[in-house]
Each structure stands twice: as C-alpha cells, then as structure tokens.
C-alpha cells in the first residue's frame, strides 16, 4: 500500500520518520496565497481546504496512493498570520501575538483517487507572555532565518519554548499533524500493521 | 547566577538545551527504589518527594546554586510502573497498559540552600490502544534496549508514536518536565532574560 505526504514540512517529515512510518513525501505545487485570498470560510475550513487541495495536486499523479494532506493556520484575534517572510516580519508577529492566546489550527486528510476518504481538524491553543522588544530582538538573533519557516516565528521545541505561558493542546497537532487520529485511520484501513 | 538541573535524563538535558537555558547537569545519588518504597503518600507527593530528594542530594555540593530537581511516575489503575528493566518486563508492561488509559504525573522543584523555593506538579493522561502480542513483539525488536530507560515502555517522540489512541496534557510534561512554569519561575528570580 503506496503511502505519501504531500508536505515538505520538515517538522511533519521527521514526524513520520521518527514514529516509523514507512511513506513518500512530495511537495505539492499548490498556490496557497491564491487559495486563501478567495477564500470565504472560518479558518478550520480554510485548513482542510488547503489540505485538500495539496493531497489532491499530488494524487493525480499517483491514482492508486494514499495520500495525506496537511496544513496548519495560526489565528490571533481573528487574524491568520502566515509564515514570516523576513525576520523584520517575525518581529512584527511577535509583537502582536505578545501577550494574548492564539490558536494552531491543523488539518489533515487522506485521498486515494480522487476521493477523500478521511478528514481531521484539531485546535491547540497558546498564550505567548508579554515580550520586551530586547526579548524580542535577543530571540531572533539567536534563532536567524530558521524560524521564516514557522507560522507563529516559533520552534515549541526549541527556543520557542521561552516565549510561552502557557501551551494547550496535543502534542503532535502543535507541531504540524494531528499523527494519533491519522494512524489510527490508518490502521483501519490497514496500511499500518496492527 | 548557577542553575544545576539534578538530572541524567537524556530527554530532560535536551529539552533544555533546545529551549536555550544554560545549566549544569549533573546526577543525584539518590536510591529511588528505597525512598519509593517507604512512601505512603498519594502519586502526585511521591513525585514531589523524587524530585526533591534528587535536588536536596545534589545541593548539598552546590549551596549557592539553583537546583533543578524533577520526576515523572506512570500511573495505571493504581499502579506504579517503574522503568523496565530488560525487554521481558517492558512486554508486560505494555500487556498491563494496552488498551487503557494511565497517567504520567511530573514533578518539578527548585531548591536553594536547602530551601525549597517552588514545586510546581502536572499530569497528563494518555491512552494506550489495544496492543496484540505480534505488534507488542515487533515494536520491541525495533526499539530496542533504547526504550529500557523510558518509564512505559514508549518513547512518544519516537515508535511508541504508534502505541496511542489519545494523548491529553501538556507537550513538556509528556517529556518529563513542565517546562513552561519552571521557566516562569526561573524568570521571576532573574535567572533567565526577560
């Protein structure tokens, strides 16, 4: 049984290595700016519309796969914050998320020909502390351009753990794949062994 | 100021190191097996009384120093599971949890001069699905002596991803420290930049 992730996202490969399970990962080709800016739906939708949309931009080359899609939205206030693209930008998130809860709303599902078979959203919600701009600065020189990859300008699992008060949530939906719920899908269909 | 964290855990050591806090590691020389079996108290004040004994025996060499010390216990129906000591035993431990729910309660402290300054404990509650004997088998070929050190038998960073149904509580705690209140407090002495 041909097993693939759609997603070059490091921390979701390591993921699946690290828990033993054996899949192809294949980046999508997927326009997600274009797809969020039409985009009218609550950001749980938006999620698993962009999950969607790259399991299925991979499945049409491989019709007889497995194919999981993934994506992760940080929503503050309302407001979804994409990856920063410089660390000018990360700081400018980091002063809004300053202070207040925001959630990480991660989506996945798997597709095989077309059809999507299973569909997942999961929500964890966190509270940065309030941030002194020397904080701010101080994390960013230290952290460099590894963190434009991160929603949020945070690693939880590395110096990102100073910025926080307070983390609520599963552990492998923070960090980009609600895995439990999938394997378990998984398993069902009996792509895992038991 | 000098921050010992009175610990040898692999997990613990790199969970600091990731999150940027400098600290000395160094390993108390205490006789947990004793101290376990001649406590009457409930889990959750057991963990607190590993967890200072820990940080009081190394202290003692330290006196200026702020000593980390921690302990995380596994908890089914009761039952206190220590790490297993050959993979016979961590079979039967995973026979014991399969299909059932337990809790990993951590215990954290920071001494000074003999005084403890802060405690803070935390538990999460995981799930273990229905285990038959042939997966119990091959995830132990896979895994390996590496797991005899992992209290449960698992390593949720790793394989034992595959051992879970449903995992609820905080990502530090599962790792064996509750790193965000620590880090509060550690703050509130000045020990860490704001």
Redesign the interface.
């Known amino acids: 049984m041909q097993l693939i992730l759609a997603s070059t996202s490091a921390a979701r490969q390591e993921?699946f290595c690290?828990?033993?399970i054996e899949a192809q990962f294949i980046a999508s080709g997927v326009d997600e700016a274009a797809l969020k800016a039409g985009f009218t739906g609550p950001p749980p939708a938006l999620a698993l519309a962009l999950a969607q949309a790259k399991a299925r931009s991979v499945a049409q080359a491989h019709p007889g796969a497995f194919v999981i899609g993934a994506d992760q939205l940080l929503v503050c206030d309302g407001n979804i914050f994409d990856k920063p693209s410089d660390l000018a930008e990360a700081a400018t998130h980091l002063r809004a998320l300053s202070g207040r809860a925001h959630e990480l709303i991660t989506a996945v599902c798997v597709l095989q020909a077309g059809t999507v078979l299973w569909t997942h959203v999961e929500s964890a919600r966190l509270t940065i502390?309030p941030l002194?701009e020397?904080?701010i600065a101080?994390y960013l020189a230290?952290e460099g351009t590894k963190i434009l990859g991160c929603v949020g300008a945070y690693r939880?699992?590395?110096?990102g753990?100073?910025l926080?008060?307070?983390?609520?949530g599963?552990?492998?939906t923070?960090l980009g794949l609600p895995?439990?719920p999938l394997?378990?899908f998984l398993r069902g269909l009996g792509a895992?062994?038991?």
């Open positions: 993921m690290s828990a033993g502390r002194s020397a904080f101080s230290a939880l699992e590395g110096l753990a100073q926080f008060e307070h983390v609520e599963d552990y492998f923070i895995l439990l394997l378990g895992l062994a038991g």
